[in-house]
């Protein structure tokens, strides 16, 4: 089992970049895949990213796709969202989500585990 904490979102105008950290607490992480879900105010939870439990492979929708990066580092128990070029459509509150399994799916439902979430915000 594992814990999740998100943190990094804020307040950033259109363009910029955020980085949003995903930390997990419990053993074994390195067997967990990971996504990133973002929901907005009125809208379900949409897929943004996935990445497998050594992070050789990764997913993205396309409406980030060229835009965002997620990486893990779990020797530090960390997933990362790298977030460029935002646009207020981007605006949301971002959620990690874990299973343990080598590669999960865009779907909530195919996570166990999840965080609290990290609001971002994009102005124009």
């Known amino acids: 089992q594992v814990q999740l904490v998100e943190s990094g979102g804020g307040l950033v105008q259109a363009g910029g970049s955020l980085r949003l950290s995903c930390v997990a607490s419990g053993r074994a992480f390195s067997d967990y895949a990971v996504g990133w879900f973002r929901q907005a105010p009125g809208k379900e939870r949409e897929f943004v990213g996935k990445i497998s439990w050594a992070g050789g492979s990764t997913d993205y929708a396309d409406s980030v796709k060229g835009r965002f990066t997620i990486s893990r580092d779990n020797a530090k128990k960390t997933v990362y969202l790298q977030m460029n070029s935002l646009h207020p459509e981007d605006t949301a509150v971002y959620s990690c989500?874990?299973?343990?399994?080598?590669?999960?799916?865009?779907?909530?439902?195919?996570?166990?585990?999840w965080g609290q979430g990290t609001q971002v915000t994009v102005s124009s």
């Open positions: 989500a874990a299973r343990r399994e080598y590669y999960s799916g865009t779907h909530p439902e195919q996570y166990d585990y």
